[in-house]
């Protein structure tokens, strides 16, 4: 008897709770959002909440579950996300898996040097055209901050920049609506337009409500803006075990879950449909240090409950992986960032961010900790491919035909077939002698010396009138 297609490939998966589990959860959830509530200061939004059936005193929303089960109903189950030039790269769904960096970081480290600065806009730039140049983060994020320039307007300079700079889609995020609707505005002149931008966005926001159980008021603002603009959002909880939620994992990814969906109601209410993801970067205090742990390995346990609640729910997911809180490029910040990349893709964690732009708990980026993330990712991608069991990998006959005491090796089945084996640039394989003779080169020299590489590369540029388009606008910011 044959094996159906889909029997002949099967890919590897894991799952940290049971349906069980999923469902006490979701009651706990509902619980946390009908009793306790979210603060949301914010006089139209409390107004329409209430409007549509929630309970609001003074800016304490209290949100019934059928409200929030009508939201999860509304908001859709797949979120397209295309280049600058209108290519459909990301289909966000189910527990499809999409790899990509950071945001926000304040340091930067020089690839060069290894010296550490203060991230300023060139350094955008440079990240931006590296994250364009590896094939394995498949989206791109805004990565530093600009130091160099008013901060009034960095948010929208650093925007501007990652986009010129990378083709890739690209989250954002913004001090407030004003700046959100440059920065859109940039993405519809890349793009050529709304319809454009609406069939496969390029572009995509991140926000965070505050734990415990909170939004700013201009958080409030822009979400409205996104949804009322098609401009898909990210609602991505950020609680932290013992510190800004319980010290129990559970207590926190509750709390985590209630959070995002939270968000969810707000965004479907003001127009259902509009494209919304889940997200969240659960952890825990360290206690010893106090810091926000970006290399625990309660991390992946949190976000990967998190994924699984965002696919019971048929939401698309935002998780987090790759990130360390060692200050260096080192053997910690890769045993931290394989271990959550696997795990974010055996648990299908969606639009995966953090991927080698955030070491010293999300305050540095580094472009060779970036190349290490890439060179992971890949890794990681061909385990995610599983084992193939069609008649050519089977190999049945090609067994038969070499026989006992044979060998492979100038077989043509071998021929045709090794190169589908994965060979690094980084990591080296070669016995002492040859390591020797080819410059008895450290890990940390290859990997510079790859990166330096890969920064070379160089995006298709913008039209020249493109480029003078932005240019104005970006005299015209204030």
């Known amino acids: 008897?044959?094996?159906?297609?889909?029997?002949?490939?099967?890919?590897?998966?894991?799952?940290?709770?049971?349906?069980?589990?999923?469902?006490?959860?979701?009651?706990?959830?509902?619980?946390v959002l009908e009793r306790t509530g979210v603060d949301i200061p914010h006089p139209k939004a409390l107004e329409m909440l209430s409007g549509h059936g929630a309970r609001v005193e003074d800016d304490r929303v209290k949100i019934p579950s059928w409200m929030v089960e009508d939201a999860i109903q509304r908001a859709p189950s797949r979120v397209i996300l295309g280049t600058r030039t209108?290519?459909?790269?990301?289909?966000?769904?189910?527990?499809?898996?999409y790899f990509g960096p950071s945001l926000d970081c304040v340091d930067y480290l020089d690839p060069k040097t290894h010296a550490r600065r203060r991230f300023v806009s060139d350094n955008v730039k440079v990240t931006a055209t590296l994250c364009d140049a590896l094939p394995h983060l498949h989206w791109a994020m805004i990565i530093g901050m600009a130091d160099d320039v008013p901060p009034d307007i960095a948010d929208r300079v650093i925007a501007r920049y990652a986009m010129e700079y990378c083709e890739k889609p690209i989250a954002f995020c913004s001090k407030d609506t004003a700046s959100s609707k440059d920065i859109y505005a940039m993405a519809l002149l890349l793009c050529g337009g709304k319809e454009n931008f609406d069939m496969?966005?390029?572009?995509?926001?991140?926000?965070e409500p505050i734990s415990p159980l909170a939004y700013f008021g201009l958080a409030v603002d822009k979400i409205i803006f996104c949804a009322q603009n098609?401009?898909?959002?990210?609602?991505?909880?950020?609680?932290?075990?013992?510190?800004?939620?319980?010290?129990?994992?559970?207590?926190?990814?509750?709390?985590?879950?209630?959070?995002?969906?939270?968000?969810?109601?707000?965004?479907?209410?003001?127009?259902?449909?509009?494209?919304?993801?889940?997200?969240?970067?659960?952890?825990?205090?360290?206690?010893?240090?106090?810091?926000?742990?970006?290399?625990?390995?309660?991390?992946?346990?949190?976000?990967?409950?998190?994924?699984?609640?965002?696919?019971?729910?048929r939401l698309p997911f935002f998780g987090t992986a790759g990130a360390t809180d060692a200050k260096f490029c080192d053997a910690q910040a890769g045993a931290?960032?394989?271990?959550?990349?696997l795990a974010a893709a055996t648990i299908g964690s969606g639009l995966v961010h953090d991927c080698g732009s955030w070491l010293d708990h999300g305050s540095l980026a580094s472009p060779e900790f970036m190349v290490?993330?890439?060179?992971?990712?890949d890794a990681v991608d061909h385990f995610m491919q599983g084992l193939s069991l069609d008649e050519e990998s089977l190999a049945l006959d090609v067994i038969d035909r070499v026989g006992p005491r044979g060998h492979f090796l100038q077989d043509p089945h071998t021929f045709n077939n090794f190169k589908k084996i994965r060979y690094s640039?980084?990591?080296?394989?070669?016995?002492?002698?040859?390591?020797?003779?080819?410059?008895?080169?450290?890990?940390?020299?290859?990997?510079?010396?790859?990166?330096l590489k890969k920064m070379e590369h160089r995006p298709e540029p913008l039209p020249k009138d493109t480029v003078k388009i932005l240019d104005e606008m970006q005299r015209g910011w204030r």
Request: charged letters at 15%; aromatic letters at 6%.
């Open 86 to 97: 209108g290519k459909r790269t990301i289909t966000l769904e189910r527990d499809k898996t």
């Open 200 to 207: 496969a966005p390029c572009l995509l926001h991140y926000s």
């Open 336 to 341: 931290e960032a394989t271990f959550q990349c």
């Open 1 to 31: 008897m044959g094996m159906a297609p889909d029997e002949l490939h099967f890919k590897p998966r894991i799952q940290v709770i049971n349906q069980d589990q999923i469902d006490q959860i979701h009651s706990a959830t509902l619980d």
């Open 230 to 313: 098609n401009i898909p959002l990210i609602n991505s909880s950020a609680p932290q075990a013992a510190g800004t939620a319980p010290a129990t994992l559970a207590g926190t990814v509750v709390q985590g879950n209630a959070e995002t969906l939270s968000g969810l109601v707000l965004h479907q209410y003001v127009k259902p449909g509009a494209p919304f993801v889940a997200g969240a970067q659960a952890t825990v205090m360290d206690m010893r240090t106090a810091v926000f742990s970006y290399g625990a390995c309660e991390m992946p346990l949190m976000t990967a409950a998190l994924a699984q609640m965002a696919q019971h729910y």
């Open 372 to 377: 290490l993330a890439n060179e992971i990712v």
């Open 425 to 451: 640039e980084i990591f080296d394989r070669a016995i002492l002698d040859q390591w020797k003779a080819s410059g008895s080169k450290t890990f940390e020299q290859r990997l510079q010396e790859v990166t």
